[in-house]
């Protein structure tokens, strides 16, 4: 059993990560009567979900097949190694950590997707004055740590899918803060990095 130990504490770190996302969209539900863009009123962010939500829930599932199923081929890593692992669940705690320090810097404001009559602030003090996208980019970093930790085939396919919606729904929201903001936010872009600080690698 503790040779699966990282996974099972992987798999305690992703329902924490995504049990608090759909605990802050009821929050805000009850708030204002719409959870948050949890399904978005877009049609387009409605289509992504479609597709998104079924990651989520294997990327959430899936160290717990691998600590406790012999599962099909498919879902078997094509290893596992301790050596990564530990590094791994460090990284992904890591990035819960300081993902809840951006959902608490962006407070009533938080959201997870886009809705085109909402007027949403520009927040870049914290975490948004380096990144303009720190919870994708974290997500993202979490994403790969599981990856590293559980190479299956359906494990690389889902986090190479997630990986590319971030890209796409980050892009989609930057129009969006365009949209509204203009002048301020092309500032913005031009004075902080998308996914990474900027002069540490270009975004």
């Given amino acids: 059993m503790f040779r699966f130990l990282p996974l099972i504490l992987l798999g305690v770190v992703l329902v924490a ?13 009850q708030r204002t009567g719409r959870a948050a863009n949890f399904v978005p ?15 989520v829930a294997i990327w959430v599932a899936h160290p717990f097949i691998t600590a406790f199923v012999h599962a099909p081929k498919l879902l078997r890593p094509l290893y596992f190694n301790p050596w990564i692992a530990w590094p791994a669940l460090i990284m992904a705690a890591m990035c819960l950590i300081l993902t809840r320090l951006c959902w608490k810097k962006m407070g009533r404001d938080w959201r ?8 949403n602030p520009l927040i870049a003090t914290g975490p948004f004055a380096r990144v303009r996208h720190p919870i994708y980019a ?66």
Avoid: C
């Fill in 112 to 119: 997870m997707g886009i809705d085109p009559a909402e007027n």
């Fill in 138 to 203: 974290l997500s993202g970093l979490m994403m790969l740590a599981t990856m590293a930790m559980i190479p299956s085939p359906v494990m690389l396919a889902a986090g190479l899918i997630h990986l590319a919606l971030l890209g796409w729904e980050a892009r989609r929201e930057e129009q969006h803060m365009l949209r509204l903001h203009g002048d301020q936010y092309v500032r913005y872009q031009k004075t902080v990095g998308g996914f990474f600080p900027r002069g540490l690698l270009r975004s």
């Fill in 41 to 55: 009123r877009e049609r387009v962010g409605r289509m992504i979900r479609i597709i998104w939500m079924p990651v």
């Fill in 17 to 29: 990560y995504w049990g608090r996302v759909l605990r802050m969209a009821q929050k805000v539900r």
